[in-house]
């Protein structure tokens, strides 16, 4: 059954499965409206989520291993939309659109096949957002702009192929090995025709890393071929080269410690030359080995603050235990042949003292 559906009713079946009355509704005005000749120049999916103005969507699950699951593009049109759920779908990548998406607030993206490659820099522009789940993906690193997203409360990462294993390594190697180079894939330029100049303005744009979905002074059809070609460019992590995903570059690794809480968390971040690529790493391994010797400080100073109390804890047993002893005996029993002299009590009293704090 689900095969006769067409693409964009297949969503308004997911979307709609305790909604039918909504539903109903929804298609007697579109038939009004279009007997009426009235009929905007958008897909029936995307009139029908600007008509209601989600907040909340939850499409986990509703692509199966083997299908088609590129992601329509109303889906990110949605201004509304503040929590966003596709877990379980084998998504291999996430469109651009998701920068249109300004209010969201939560993005789920759990067990999917997701790369690092498939995350795109226009994520940077929900700048509302807050929760980002990324667990059981194929990630080796988490994309290097997420540094850069301050909204940023929770990272989930756990789960991802070869996460632990390059984390590992990375981290105890150095910089060599840190600011890897990438190959880039050989193009037949013979049978290549020349670029539009609408490709070229695109190419700027994306290159300035500004939200071009919210600028009035790009054209909504710039937008949506912006949106088409993105995933055909790399951004440098550092300038505002963008080159094509075919030509060269760096990859390069840096650790974030402490990040959200966690330690030890890597990212991988593209550059355009070997210099951009120095500046990216090395001022974060910098940063990397300070917070490591801040740590070391803290917990030194842990271990002093420990020591103190315990120390304090002894010489108030000490002093009690002697105490207790000449009140119970009288100072004139102390040195008798079947009572300690107070020197051995009282160091009888501190090794035991100092083995329970010990214990504890």
């Not at 579109?30 to 008509?51: A, V």
């Amino acid at each position: 059954m689900s095969q006769e559906i067409s693409h964009n009713l297949w969503y308004l079946t997911v979307t709609l499965d305790k909604k039918k009355e909504r539903f109903l509704n929804f298609i007697k005005r579109e038939l009004q409206r279009s007997e009426e000749k009235h009929f905007p120049k958008e897909t029936l999916l995307g009139r029908y989520l600007n008509c209601h103005q989600f907040t909340e969507l939850h499409l986990d699950g509703i692509f199966k291993y083997g299908d088609d699951n590129n992601l329509p593009k109303e889906l990110f049109k949605c201004p509304s939309v503040r929590w966003l759920s596709l877990k379980y779908n084998y998504l291999d990548k996430i469109p651009p659109d998701i920068g249109r998406m300004q209010n969201l607030e939560y993005l789920a993206l759990t067990n999917n096949k997701l790369q690092n490659k498939s995350i795109p820099y226009t994520l940077t522009f929900c700048t509302k957002l807050h929760t980002l789940m990324l667990d059981n993906n194929l990630l080796d690193a988490l994309p290097g702009f997420l540094l850069k997203m301050s909204s940023l409360v929770t990272v989930h990462r756990h789960g991802n192929h070869n996460y632990f294993k390059s984390t590992f390594m990375w981290y105890h190697t150095d910089v060599n090995e840190r600011i890897l180079e990438t190959s880039g894939s050989i193009v037949d330029q013979s049978q290549r025709e020349p670029e539009s100049l609408q490709f070229w303005a695109a190419q700027a744009i994306i290159g300035l890393k500004v939200n071009f979905y919210s600028d009035d002074s790009v054209t909504p059809v710039l937008k949506d071929f912006i949106s088409d070609i993105y995933t055909r460019f790399n951004v440098c992590g550092l300038c505002n080269e963008t080159r094509l995903a075919s030509k060269s570059g760096f990859k390069v690794i840096t650790f974030k410690n402490p990040y959200l809480g966690n330690t030890c968390v890597p990212f991988q971040h593209w550059a355009c030359s070997y210099r951009c690529a120095t500046d990216i790493e090395v001022p974060a391994r910098e940063e990397q080995i300070a917070a490591a010797r801040e740590l070391d400080r803290q917990y030194d100073a842990y271990i002093r603050e420990c020591q103190k109390q315990c120390n304090v804890s002894f010489s108030s047993v000490s002093s009690s235990a002697v105490a207790v002893r000449l009140l119970s005996h009288g100072t004139s029993d102390l040195s008798g042949p079947d009572d300690q002299a107070p020197d051995a009590m009282e160091g009888d009293w501190q090794r035991r003292s100092h083995k329970n704090c010990c214990v504890s």
